[in-house]
């Protein structure tokens, strides 16, 4: 059985995330996953544009899946969650949750490819930040 970190991001849902109805249009639950995504990186140590300077490399979304389970509302304080799954060469794979008082909203899987920033073509994870994610995932 894999022990994986879970690294958590709180969110609040302001008006303009939401629809006519106060409900988050489903849209925005993808700008709430990439804001804990970033911050993620940046626990780890990493900044994107300093990835970008240093290694050359970015990070983008090879693919995902999503399953919306309930809605969150107008004001409503959510968690979400990224729990690294996999690490390739080239990519991760991560899950991702959105809880509102551990309730879950939203769960989500997906595939990040790493990148040439000038190029964007698939290049392997650089070294240093490879080793930053081995501990999130422990296996």
Not at 118 to 138: E, N, Q, R, S
Request: net charge neutral.
């Amino acid at each position: 059985m894999s022990t994986h970190t879970i690294f958590t991001w709180p969110v609040r849902a302001y008006y303009e995330d939401t629809d006519a109805g106060g409900v988050v249009y489903h849209s925005n639950y993808l700008n709430f996953m990439e804001r804990a995504r970033t911050e993620w990186l940046r626990a780890l140590g990493f900044e994107q544009p300093q990835m970008k300077a240093d290694f050359g490399v970015i990070i983008v979304v090879h693919s995902l899946s999503v399953e919306f389970k309930s809605p969150a509302y107008f004001n409503d304080l959510l968690d979400v969650h990224c729990k690294l799954i996999k690490i390739g060469r080239g990519s991760i794979e991560m899950e991702q949750k959105i809880m509102r008082d551990h309730h879950l909203l939203i769960k989500a899987e997906i595939k990040l490819a790493f990148v040439n920033a000038d190029t964007f073509k698939p290049l392997a994870i650089p070294a240093a930040i490879k080793v930053a994610m081995l501990p999130k995932l422990a296996g």
